[in-house]
Nanobody
Framework: QVQLVESGGGLVQAGGSLRLSCVAS????????MGWYRQAPGKQREAVAP???????GYADSVKGRFTISRDNAKNTVYLQMNSLKPEDTGVYYC???????????????WGQGTLVIVSS
C-alpha cells in the first residue's frame, strides 16, 4: 500500500508565498512522474505542474513564472513553491504519483488527500 501525504497549505495574503510538500510512503519500487493539481470551490480539478523522474517540468499558464515544482527522489517527495499568490489560487491542492510497487510491479496512479490553500485579497 502506497500513501501520499501533502502538507504546507494554509491562509496567506495575496502576494505571499507558500511551499507545499508531498511525501510518498509504503511499498515503493519506483516513482515515475509526480504532479500537483488543484480544485477551486465549484470548479473541476485542474493540473498545475507535472515533473518527470528526470526532472523535466511543465506548468499551467496561470501559474507560469510564479510556481516552481521540484522533487527529491531520495526522499520520494515532491514540492511546489508558490510565490506571488493570488486569490484565484485558492483551492485544495493535491499531489499524485505514478508508483510501481511489489509484488505485482504494476504502475498505478496514487493521489494524496489534499491540502487547503486560501489566498486572501
Amino acid at each position: 500500500q502506497v500513501q501520499l501525504v501533502e502538507s504546507g497549505g494554509g491562509l496567506v495574503q495575496a502576494g505571499g508565498s507558500l511551499r507545499l510538500s508531498c511525501v510518498a510512503s509504503g511499498s515503493i519500487f519506483s516513482i515515475n512522474a509526480m504532479g500537483w493539481y488543484r480544485q477551486a470551490p465549484g470548479k473541476q480539478r485542474e493540473a498545475v505542474a507535472p515533473i518527470t523522474s528526470g526532472g523535466s517540468t511543465g506548468y499551467a499558464d496561470s501559474v507560469k513564472g510564479r510556481f516552481t515544482i521540484s522533487r527529491d527522489n531520495a526522499k520520494n517527495t515532491v514540492y511546489l513553491q508558490m510565490n506571488s499568490l493570488k486569490p484565484e489560487d485558492t483551492g485544495v491542492y493535491y499531489c499524485n504519483a505514478e508508483v510501481t510497487s511489489p509484488p505485482t510491479y504494476r504502475t498505478v496512479v496514487v493521489w494524496g488527500q489534499g491540502t487547503l490553500v486560501i489566498v486572501s485579497s
